[in-house]
């Protein structure tokens, strides 16, 4: 099958226009990530303390934040906890706190 330079012109820029977007998305995902790692259980109670949080417990990351979406709450959480150090852990093997911006 023969392709015109006009078609194969238009093939590669929406290659390169898919390459570029895909580069981007990854990119902005490194760039702005969310917190991937626990915090100090002094720094987490400060954000327990205040007024204008929410505190939220499940067993794993994912139930977490499945439990704070059916209450209205904002992914991901100002700070995670867990006694274990689990949070981050796949497949979810215990209890994990997380801190929610009401």
Not at 2 to 22: E, H, K, N, Y
Not at 27 to 44: S, T
Request: aromatic share 8%; net charge neutral.
């Amino acid at each position: 099958m023969m392709f015109s330079p006009i078609t194969m012109g238009a093939r590669v820029s929406i290659r390169s226009l898919l390459l570029l977007t895909l580069i981007n998305f990854v990119m902005a995902l490194k760039v702005f990530p969310g917190p991937r790692h626990e915090m100090q259980e002094a720094d987490f109670l400060d954000l327990v303390e205040r007024e204008d949080t929410v505190l939220v417990q499940a067993r794993g990351l994912d139930a977490l934040h499945s439990k704070a979406l059916r209450q209205g709450l904002a992914v991901p959480a100002l700070g995670y906890w867990s006694v274990e150090g689990l949070c981050f852990e796949q497949p979810a093997r215990g209890l994990c706190n997380g801190v929610f911006q009401r």
